[in-house]
Structures are given as C-alpha cells and as structure tokens.
C-alpha cells in the first residue's frame, strides 16, 4: 500500500466495521424505544429522552461521517462489488447524502422533540384532549419542512416524504391508486350499508382480559412465534421492532369488550415480525434487512391480519378453543354466526379496529389531511374539526371525542408523515401475493389443520428472505410474475361481501 490509498480489501472491511458500529447503536436506540412504548416509568421520560437523543446524535455522526461518505462513494461504483453490497451500498449513500446535509444540533433537537412529542400523544389521548398535543404536532411539521429542505431536492416535499416510506411513490400515483378504491368500494360499502345487518352484538360482551391473554398464549403457539426469536408485550398503539433477525418484539392491546381485536392485531403484528425474522441472515445488521419499503412490510402484516386471520378456515382450529375460553359468551354462537360478525362491514372511528372493507377510506382520510398539511391547505389549528368533518363526509360517522378521533394513531407523533398510505397499499399487495401464492398452496387447509409454519415458509421464500434487496414493483413481478394491479385487491373485496351479504 502506498500513502493512504486503500486496497480493495481494505476499504471492503472499513465498510463492514462501520455497518458494525451503526449497528450497535441502532439496537440501542431500538430497544430503549421499545421500553419507552411498554414499561418504562413515565416519570424518567425527560431523562430517556436527552441521552436517546445524545445517542441519536451519535449514530448521526457515523451515518454522514465524511470519510465513510467518501468510500461508500467509491465502493458504489467499483466493478468488483457483488450484487448485494451494491445495492445496499447505493442505499447507504442515499440516506447518508439525504441527512448529513442537516446541521447534527438541529437533527439531534429533533430526536428529542419527537419524543417529547409523542410523551405529550400519550398524555393528550389519556385526557382525549387535542389542545395538549396540537402545539407539538405543529413543531413537529415545521421541523420536518425544514427537514426535508435541506436536502435542496426539487421533489415536492411531501413526494419526498411518499418516497421515503415507499420508494418510487408519488401524490400523483397514490391519487389514481385512491380514486381506483374511491370508485369501486363506496357504491360497495353504500350497498352493505342498506342489506340486512349481520349480529356481531356477541362480541362486544365483557371477555376479562386475563382470560384474553390464556387464549393468546395458544394464538402464539400456532403462529409458531417463537420465544427463542420473538417476544410480545402490550402498549397504547400495538407495533413492532427490533433489533436483528432473532430478535423480534411485538406488543398487543386487550380490549374488554372486543375479544377479537387483540388477535387480529397480533396476528398483524407478528406478520411484521416474521418478515424481520426470515429475512436471510447474511443481511442482518445492513439495510437490505432494516430499509424494507412500509408498503411491503405492511403487505406481510395485513395479509396475516385479514386474508388468513379472517377466514372461516383459520377459525375452524382456533373457534372451538376460544368457546372453550369464554363458554358464556360464545357457547351458544355457530362458527358462521362469529366468521360473519368479524367481518362486518360498517362505518366506525378507529381504523385499526376498523373492518377490511371500510379501512381504506380511514387511510384516505389521513393522506388528503397530510397533503393539506404539507401544501399548505391545511392547519394543525382546529385539525380535531377538519378530521371530524372528513370522518363524517368519507365515513359517515360523528366522531364523539379526540381519543377515538385524532388522537388514535401514534404516528403523526414521531413525524412519520408519509406512512399511512403504504398502509392501503401494502394491503392491496397482499391480495395479489396470496393470489399467487393461492396457485401453490392450499391455504385453507393448512390453516385449519394448525400449519400455518407452512405457509410462512412459502412467505419467507417467495418474499421474506429478500429484505430490501429489491423494490417492491420489481418483487411484486418476481412473485406473481406481473406488475402490481390494484384489482386483485378490489376483486377480492367485491366478491367477499357481495357473498356475505347476499348482494
């Protein structure tokens, strides 16, 4: 070697110290996020908050250290790189040249104020009290512009934000992707609305939570979530993190008076956890295991939550199990009488709670307020009424108060403005995975005869083990061998309760 030059090998090695050390911090901050959500003191939040900040900081420091920028440079256009550090090298510098243009004491003020921000969510969801969190929600946005400016892109900002959660995603093609659903889904919900109503009174009787979490410990045990690899708790807002491939934290939130509501956010919430899981070890700790696009995780979750968790197959292992747990309330009720109450179709306030037919609209929502906000059409100010307002106009429904309302979803608390449209995508997704998959497996086989290891498997080979290796459009064409085509999703909805209402 001479003078600094580095050797190929040298600067490969560099490369894989420096993924080592970002790698010790991202755990760190995962699992003290991870604890602020479930059971730390609310108490010590302010003291967490300045040193998971600090830490914050820090990781930035490696993120956009000048040096590392330089050979990731370098190493993303050496022809020796193999395929895989390629790709993840060209995301590296991505990221690193969307951030370090971001003076290190304003992103670390960020960290901290995201979290102070989602202390004030907590607090003002508690007293279902939209003025205590307004003031923050509004810092929040402000610094996120500012954010995004920086990066002196000539994208809309609220494009730039799109892409960040699903690359390639644009307002443009989430319109024409909402008008789809727009169009054929509300001439759908208006005619559920006016057939006869189905009887889901049965569910909503009391089901003491601690008889929810002895029938939970058998959900588990059939979603084969393992403790060796997995672990679940409770939080506000069900979700899921973690810190490599072996370990997976989930949480679910137990409802008195809805004993499905648990199970259908576990079963969603361990389908995120299984795509962290499988994905091939040789990633773990890199980006192609933690910068998989949101609307390919939530492709996973949702099709766990409603193409496998709300079919009669499904129930016909776990229905007996769960008569035998709440005998009294549920003795007397037909495994068709309970698949048709979890898949009633009616407007309601929570969209995670929310049935599959009317989600999307819940979605619709929070993306036409998002681009309000991010357009400057839209006020944080008084943002309790505007969502009240477009509740009634897309859903139908009077909100009673900001806990139910716009204080239901953690998100807009940490600035992840963005996301929830990969939501609605992500679901559309799945109709088209599980039709490809449909063509391998039978699935509702497997489903009532406790395999449901199997069809992971076939999730994990097709999808799962991939990480981020490549973009969604190119794994949609991988895995069912076209481009992505929203009607498989709206097929799949029309026919389902057209057949469940007799339509």
């Not at 940490?414 to 039978?442: E, I, N, V, W």
Request: hydrophobic share 35%.
């Amino acid at each position: 070697m001479e003078g600094n030059i580095m050797t190929y090998e040298e600067k490969l090695q560099q490369y894989k110290d420096w993924i080592f050390r970002r790698s010790a911090y991202q755990m760190a901050l995962a699992i003290i996020g991870i604890d602020k959500q479930t059971v730390a003191p609310s108490a010590g939040a302010a003291y967490r908050d300045e040193r998971s900040a600090y830490l914050a900081g820090e990781l930035f420091s490696i993120e956009t250290d000048p040096a590392m920028v330089q050979l990731l440079k370098e190493l993303k256009d050496d022809p020796q790189i193999d395929g895989d550090n390629k790709r993840a090298i060209e995301l590296y510098y991505k990221q690193a040249m969307d951030t370090m243009c971001i003076p290190k004491e304003e992103f670390v003020a960020y960290q901290k104020l995201r979290d102070e921000s989602f202390d004030a969510w907590i607090k003002a969801k508690s007293q279902s009290d939209y003025s205590i969190f307004e003031p923050y929600l509004k810092k929040i946005i402000e610094v996120s512009k500012k954010m995004y400016r920086y990066r002196n892109s000539d994208k809309n900002l609220y494009d730039q934000m799109l892409d960040d959660y699903e690359p390639g995603m644009t307002q443009e093609k989430y319109d024409v992707f909402f008008t789809a659903l727009k169009e054929r889904l509300v001439p759908l919900i208006q005619k559920v609305t006016k057939a006869k109503q189905k009887n889901e009174a049965f569910l909503h009787q009391e089901f003491p939570i601690e008889d929810q979490k002895k029938f939970m410990i058998q959900l588990l045990a059939y979603l084969h979530f393992d403790s060796s690899w997995g672990y679940q708790n409770e939080s506000e807002h069900p979700f899921t993190s973690w810190t490599c491939e072996n370990d997976c934290r989930t949480t679910t939130k137990y409802v008195t008076n809805d004993v499905v509501s648990a199970v259908l956010s576990t079963v969603h919430e361990v389908g995120h956890a299984y795509y962290e899981h499988n994905v091939d070890p040789k990633y773990d700790g890199m980006i192609l295991s933690e910068g998989i696009s949101s609307g390919m995780h939530e492709s996973q979750s949702r099709l766990c939550e409603n193409y496998l968790a709300r079919t009669t197959a499904f129930w016909k292992y776990h229905y007996p199990k769960l008569q035998k747990a709440f005998p009294t309330q549920l003795g007397n009720v037909s495994i068709e009488e309970f698949y048709e109450a979890i898949n009633v179709a009616k407007p309601s306030f929570v969209r995670t709670e929310a049935d599959e037919l009317t989600y999307p609209l819940h979605i619709l929502v929070r993306y036409e307020i998002e681009k309000g906000l991010f357009n400057g059409i839209i006020s944080t100010e008084g943002l309790n009424e505007t969502w009240n307002k477009m509740y009634k106009e897309y859903l139908g429904v009077d909100v009673p108060n900001d806990k139910v309302g716009i204080l239901q979803d953690v998100h807009w608390s940490d600035g992840s403005f963005g996301y929830f449209p990969t939501y609605a995508l992500g679901t559309a997704f799945a109709a088209q995975y599980m039709h490809a998959m449909r063509k391998d497996l039978d699935v509702d086989t497997l489903l009532s005869n406790n395999q449901y290891d199997v069809i992971m498997n076939w999730l994990k080979e097709h999808i799962h083990k991939y990480g981020f290796r490549y973009e969604a459009p190119e794994l949609m064409k991988m895995v069912s061998g076209e481009e992505f085509n929203v009607n498989y999703y709206l097929d799949y909805l029309e026919e389902k309760y057209t057949k469940l209402y007799n339509l």
